[in-house]
């Protein structure tokens, strides 16, 4: 669940609370956080609990005032994503992800600050720090049966 923390936090900053819910056991479960915020909130899916060759999952929803943003993507043998906005008037917009290229461009840059010696806002363990405190609060939220101020 961290990229997706990672992400929510880039587009949402930190929520005000977190509440989980999840079955099975520490390292073969399924859990749903949900990030909430002042005037919205997010849902993030995590899953160990699949048959061998299930492929890497991953998913959120985040609803607002005027709209929902849905992704899902799968990765193994064939990668699918596939990112939804639902607009408060009913229209859809798909949007493509960036691909490989995006990816190597943000590589790139990394790469190119630690050669320079340069600061890399990508790289700031501040953004981590950030992630895992969510990741903590999910964790006694699930084991709490309530939702847990970050």
Not at 47 to 72: E, K, M, Q, R, W
Not at 89 to 115: C, F, H, M, T, W
């Amino acid at each position: 669940m961290l990229h997706n923390f990672d992400f929510l936090i880039e587009l949402l900053g930190l929520p005000h609370s977190i509440s989980a819910r999840g079955i099975g056991e520490q390292k073969n479960a399924h859990v749903v956080a949900t990030l909430n915020y002042s005037d919205s909130m997010a849902s993030v899916d995590c899953s160990s609990l699949v048959p061998d060759g299930y492929p890497f999952s991953t998913g959120y929803n985040i609803v607002c005032p005027g709209g929902t943003i849905a992704y899902a993507g799968e990765f193994g043998d064939t990668t699918q994503e596939k990112t939804t906005i639902y607009h408060e008037d009913g229209s859809l917009e798909e949007i493509n992800p960036p691909g490989l290229e995006a990816n190597r461009a943000v590589l790139e840059k990394i790469y190119q600050a630690r050669v320079n010696g340069q600061r890399c806002p990508e790289l700031e363990v501040g953004a981590a720090i950030k992630s895992i405190k969510i990741a903590l609060a999910c964790n006694r939220a699930l084991n709490s049966n309530c939702a847990i101020k970050v």
